[in-house]
């Protein structure tokens, strides 16, 4: 079978045509519709089926809601992406079923953005999913952004939602994230719970998480068990 010249250029000209398809193609695939922000570090995006998909942010962990700043960080991601097509890079899942990503749009990288903005901090327990220069990139603007005092850096002594979700506190950190929880005598106050009898210190896991409403004050562990409270069972000294 001979072929011309001018066959030869009618191949060449569907092969690029068929290479630019499947880019194409590729590219629309990983194109995602953002549908909900429910906080710093968590998204709803829309596939072109339709399909709804979860998404943790990776490398970065933003303040809970009931954290300070916490909702200025869903209001940032929310400014910034909401509504808008992203890219997704990474396809980890984690025990939650999300998705976790680096969500990228008009080729900045969301999750480094919100490090810069001093509305979340660099997830280093998961540094070594990162690549090296993902890594790198994450550490110095966390730095910068502490040195700038930007936002979540500009209190005294701001606690990371790890530690927050686990009840990790110092009295002085607890004393930052709730001044009305401070005594007269400055120290942090024993929260108990009126509805299940059961107090919590600055090391439990749920100091933070009893309702206002339910919420009893006492100014040590033996007054919350005078009054018939007894100790949380998820603490720490």
């Known amino acids: 079978m001979t072929f011309t010249r001018s066959s030869a250029f009618r191949f060449a000209h569907i092969a ?15 194109t995602f519709r953002v549908v909900g922000v429910s906080d710093g570090d968590t998204i709803t995006v829309l ?14 962990d933003a ?14 991601l929310s400014s910034m992406i909401f509504g808008k097509n992203v890219q997704l ?3 980890k ?4 079923g999300r998705r976790v990503a680096k969500v990228m749009i008009d080729g900045a990288d969301v999750n480094l953005e919100m490090i810069k903005a001093g509305l979340a901090w660099h997830y280093k327990q998961y540094a070594k999913e990162q690549s090296i220069a993902d890594r790198e990139m994450y550490k110095t603007a966390e730095t910068r952004a502490r040195a700038g005092q930007l936002r979540l850096w500009s209190v ?5 939602p790890w530690d927050y979700r686990a009840g990790r506190a110092t009295p002085e950190q607890a004393a930052a994230q709730m001044p009305e929880l401070v005594l007269a005598s400055g120290t942090s106050a024993i929260i108990g719970n009126r509805n299940s009898r059961i107090y919590h210190w600055p090391g439990c896991k ?7 409403r339910n919420r009893v ?7 919350a068990e005078k009054a018939g409270y007894r100790a949380a069972r998820n603490c720490t000294e």
């Open 16 to 30: 690029l045509a068929v290479a630019a398809f499947a880019v194409c193609a590729v590219a629309q695939s990983n």
């Open 47 to 60: 596939d072109g089926n339709k399909r709804q998909t979860r998404v943790r942010l990776a490398g970065i």
């Open 63 to 76: 303040p809970e809601t009931g954290q300070d700043f916490g909702n200025r960080a869903k209001q940032m």
């Open 89 to 91: 890079i990474g396809d």
């Open 93 to 96: 899942t984690d025990r939650y």
């Open 156 to 160: 005294p002594l701001p606690l990371a």
């Open 206 to 212: 749920s100091y933070f998480k009893v309702a206002e």
């Open 217 to 223: 004050l006492f100014p040590s562990r033996a007054e």
